[in-house]
Nanobody, 117 residues
């Protein structure tokens, strides 16, 4: 059974930075797309950033040029570097590992990010 565990969330002032990490335990995972999602109170979960096994990235317009997603395949990890944080970035952030080829779709439990104004 694979488990994803996020870390790195917390409270930060507007303009600050945080780096989120997501570690996968269990089987070695390959050929997957890894993503970070977030869900603010009263809102739907939204995709923030994703990265394919080949390293191609995509970002929500709201975080472009501020957030950077990266992955370490050897360590089964994915990261989200968040700079110039804004109060509207406040949410619970979730990581997701998804592979159509290998037929798996794993989610982490979430980590809270709070940005104060």
């Amino acid at each position: 059974q694979v488990q994803l565990v996020e870390s790195g969330g917390g409270l930060v002032q507007a303009g600050g930075s945080l780096t989120l990490s997501c570690a996968a335990s269990g089987s070695i995972l390959r050929l997957d797309t890894r993503g970070w999602y977030r869900q603010a109170p009263g809102k739907q979960r939204e995709l923030v950033a994703s990265i394919t096994s080949g390293g191609s990235t995509s970002y929500a317009d709201s975080v472009k040029d501020r957030f950077t997603i990266s992955r370490d395949n050897a360590k089964n990890m994915v990261y989200l570097q968040m700079n110039s944080l804004k109060p509207e970035d406040t949410a619970v952030y979730y990581c997701r590992y998804n592979s159509v080829v290998n037929r798996y779709d794993y989610w982490g439990q979430g980590t809270q990010v709070t940005v104060s104004s």
